[in-house]
């Protein structure tokens, strides 16, 4: 089985050490799903309502139109969506949410280091100072769509699937860290950290190693295997990247125009969308379990106290 998930941002994609610019801001990465037997009638479905708009050059400038024309392209793409009944998937993450827990991580770190030199006032080991690189809020948006496309096919068709990743023109370095956190997500082998140090008796540079294995019981392990993971650069000539792009802006207008009661709420339940006119594809898992993760590591330092059933 192979698949085509044409993805695209919108919002927030900076770095954990940055905090939100306005009250409840957010990052989203969207993404529409297409079997690789479907691709060719949803390419052409979905062209058709794009082409009325482009350019005569061919191209596609939608900030370019007039809001009207936006408004016009937005129905006539999520028209042709729900026609071929596309599955559609999107993650969202706080931005304050992302900062907070950055902040109280580094605080954690800082204080266990502190403890263990405290330990050994005079090591023979030296290590340098930390350089602690923050996460990339754009690159965990990613890995939580991505986790939410496989856990789509672990409920509805596990086994082994070929997946591209089809998305707008991003650089080499920005494809090579979505691909290893894709093959990082499933990835449950023992995990290697390898540090080094000055050995101020020898004089000499030491390494060392840290492995962490964690067993996983058999009702919790995955069928579903990437056989084979592409990421490929394209641009607006590719319509569902477009459909992909236009579901992201319109799901971040979404979120950042919700009411002050919601402002602050969770962000990757169908609650959260179900005033977007393809809720009805967007609800795609038959059972959505518990609280999203993310709901909960990142949640808005703002956001009212959670009831006790939902902690």
């Avoid at 090591?123 to 350089?131: A, Q, T």
């Avoid at 096919?153 to 086994?159: A, I, T």
Wanted: charged content about 25%.
């Amino acid at each position: 089985m192979k698949i085509i998930l044409a993805c695209d941002e919108s919002g927030a994609k900076g770095y954990a050490d940055q905090d939100e610019q306005f009250p409840g801001q957010v990052g989203v990465f969207a993404g529409v799903f297409v079997p690789e037997e479907r691709l060719a009638a949803a390419e052409e479905r979905l062209e058709d309502a794009i082409s009325p708009y482009r350019g005569n050059d061919g191209k596609l400038h939608i900030t370019d139109l007039p809001s009207a024309q936006q408004g016009g392209l937005r129905a006539d793409l999520f028209a042709a969506i729900l026609d071929l009944n596309l599955p559609c998937f999107w993650y969202a993450i706080h931005v304050a949410g992302f900062h907070d827990f950055h902040r109280a991580s580094q605080d954690v770190i800082s204080q266990a280091r502190n403890d263990v030199a405290a330990l050994d006032s005079n090591p023979r080991v030296k290590r340098g100072s930390p350089r602690e690189k923050p996460e990339s809020l754009h690159a965990m948006l990613f890995t939580g769509l991505y986790a939410h496309v496989v856990a789509y096919l672990e409920e509805r068709r596990p086994g082994p699937v070929e997946i591209e990743v089809r998305t707008d023109n991003v650089d080499a370095p920005i494809a090579m860290l979505f691909r290893e956190k894709a093959a990082g997500l499933l990835n449950t082998g023992p995990q290697t950290t390898t540090t080094t140090g000055f050995d101020v008796l020898t004089k000499t540079v030491v390494r060392g190693e840290i492995r962490s294995e964690a067993g996983i019981p058999p009702s919790l392990q995955v069928a579903t295997s990437v056989d084979s993971l592409t990421v490929t650069p394209v641009g607006d000539e590719d319509p569902i990247v477009v459909a992909a792009d236009v579901l992201a802006n319109s799901l971040c207008h979404l979120f950042h125009n919700r009411s002050p009661e919601e402002l602050y709420g969770d962000l990757n339940r169908p609650l959260a969308v179900e005033s977007h006119p393809l809720r009805q594809v967007l609800a795609t898992f038959l059972n959505w379990g518990g609280p999203d993760i993310s709901d909960r590591l990142f949640r808005h330092p703002a956001a009212p106290p959670l009831e006790a059933d939902e902690a």
